[in-house]
């Protein structure tokens, strides 16, 4: 009788062991199942976002590039047609005249690198983001302004990232795929040059017409490169355009960021003394703004205007990708043009 009651309590506690084990395995796989459903969730509301986003930016758009000629029609049918003189036609500026107004620009585009990257989104250099901005202009044609900002540490010097993005974007850029180049002037620094150029960036497909001014400054550790163009589109995606003209200045700013320097005070204190020298990295801030002229007799507007709205909703994202992909295989060329197999060893 004793043992019949040995072997029970032993089965009693094995069925308690297994009554206690179980929920805390159960309790594992639901904390998993739990955070695979808030990881679904947080996805989603980001892809929400992105299309509420693009759907207001159209929605803007197609109000604001369509609020001109709903209020010239009602000017006729008031009887009170507004009508420009003959200096503000479509007739464009000469070429001496824009390429004198890029440079000007440039040269002095510089000074206003403090308070354009002053704001809060530049604060943290560990912050990567690269977004676009629809900001409002009363003093465009279209009443909006697009602004694009962007931030990021890059695994290269910023000798090795200066010459990289100066190359991409100032020596061949446009005049890699351009069909007709007039390089008006060409130095280390200053770049000026008219073009004709088909242009593609995945879905997006432009034969284009531009005028642009690049020009590199440095100063102690750090590269900036400014620019101001003009483009008039002559195609997009199949719809021919004119009297829609694009203008654009930017700033790109590389610093030198020492890694080691970022690191806490309980990281140095853990390091070894014997630790290899800090990789040197590069810190990108840029910002672009572009805004619309149009022309009283801008041809189908309507069409012209879905077009360009469908462009400035799609092409961020295109551009990014297409450019970040270039960028990347330029950075490791600069990289070994100026480091060779030292670069390479030391990794």
Not at 11 to 29: F, L, Q, R, V, Y
Not at 82 to 98: E, F, G, Q, Y
Not at 228 to 235: A, R, T
């Amino acid at each position: 009788m004793s043992e019949l009651q040995v072997k029970q309590s032993a089965i009693d506690n094995k069925c308690i062991k297994t009554e206690t084990t179980a929920p805390s395995i159960w309790k594992g796989i639901a904390e998993r199942q739990q955070m695979d459903r808030v990881r679904a969730e947080e996805k989603n509301q980001r892809l929400r976002s992105t299309l509420e986003g693009q759907l207001k930016l159209a929605m803007t758009l197609e109000g604001l590039l369509s609020k001109r000629p709903r209020e010239e029609e009602l000017a006729v049918l008031a009887g009170n047609k507004r009508l420009k003189p003959v200096l503000d036609t479509a007739v464009s500026p000469p070429d001496d005249d824009i390429f004198a107004d890029q440079l000007e620009h440039v040269l002095r585009a510089h000074l206003e690198v403090g308070e354009l990257f002053g704001g809060s989104e530049f604060a943290n250099p560990t912050a990567s983001f690269c977004d676009l901005h629809v900001m409002n202009d009363a003093l465009t044609d279209t009443g909006v302004a697009f602004v694009k900002k962007a931030n990021s540490m890059l695994p290269f010097d910023v000798k090795v990232t200066g010459r990289a993005f100066w190359r991409a974007l100032a020596e061949e850029g446009t005049s890699k795929d351009s069909y007709s180049l007039n390089e008006r002037l060409k130095t280390g620094s200053l770049v000026s040059r008219s073009y004709a150029m088909h242009f593609d960036a995945g879905p997006f497909h432009a034969n284009v017409l531009g005028k642009e001014t690049y020009r590199r400054y440095v100063r102690d550790d750090c590269v900036m490169i400014m620019w101001k163009w003009v483009v008039d589109p002559v195609e997009v995606n199949g719809t021919k355009f004119s009297g829609l003209r694009c203008h654009e200045t930017g700033w790109i700013v590389l610093r030198g960021v020492n890694i080691g320097e970022m690191c806490t005070a309980e990281n140095e204190l853990v390091a070894p003394k014997n630790a290899p020298r800090p990789v040197m990295s590069t810190l990108l801030q840029s910002y672009s703004r572009m805004t619309m002229e149009l022309q009283d007799d801008i041809a189908n507007q309507e069409l012209q205007v879905g077009v360009l709205t469908n462009v400035v909703v799609n092409l961020h994202d295109a551009l990014t990708e297409v450019c970040g992909k270039m960028m990347s295989n330029v950075l490791v060329e600069e990289d070994w043009n100026l480091n060779g197999w030292v670069g390479k060893l030391s990794l």
